[in-house]
Nanobody, 119 residues
Framework: QVQLVESGGGLVQAGGSLRLSCAASGSIFSINAMGWYRQAPGKQRELVATITSGGSTNYADSVKGRFTISRDNAKNTVYLQMNSLKPEDTAVYYC?????????????WGQGTQVTVSS
């Protein structure tokens, strides 16, 4: 069984920065894409950024130029550096990973970490 554990959320003023981390642990076979999603109160969960095992990245338009996703494959860890934070970035941020085991895909989610940006 593979688990994702996030850390790094918190309260920050607008214009500030936070760095989220998500580490996969357990019986890891192969992790392909990893990413970050967020869900604000009363809204649907939305994609923030994704990164493939080869390092190709994809960002939501709302965070382009402000957020940077990266990963350390040796540590099975993905990061999200968030700069120039805005109050509308307030949400629970969830880590996601595409885990493959014997050809079967497992879509994994972390427990979520709260990010609150005050104006």
């Amino acid at each position: 069984q593979v688990q994702l554990v996030e850390s790094g959320g918190g309260l920050v003023q607008a214009g500030g920065s936070l760095r989220l981390s998500c580490a996969a642990s357990g019986s890891i076979f192969s992790i392909n894409a990893m990413g970050w999603y967020r869900q604000a109160p009363g809204k649907q969960r939305e994609l923030v950024a994704t990164i493939t095992s080869g390092g190709s990245t994809n960002y939501a338009d709302s965070v382009k130029g402000r957020f940077t996703i990266s990963r350390d494959n040796a540590k099975n860890t993905v990061y999200l550096q968030m700069n120039s934070l805005k109050p509308e970035d307030t949400a629970v941020y969830y880590c996601n990973a595409d885990h493959r085991r014997y050809g079967i895909k497992y879509n994994l989610w972390g427990q979520g970490t709260q990010v609150t940006v005050s104006s």
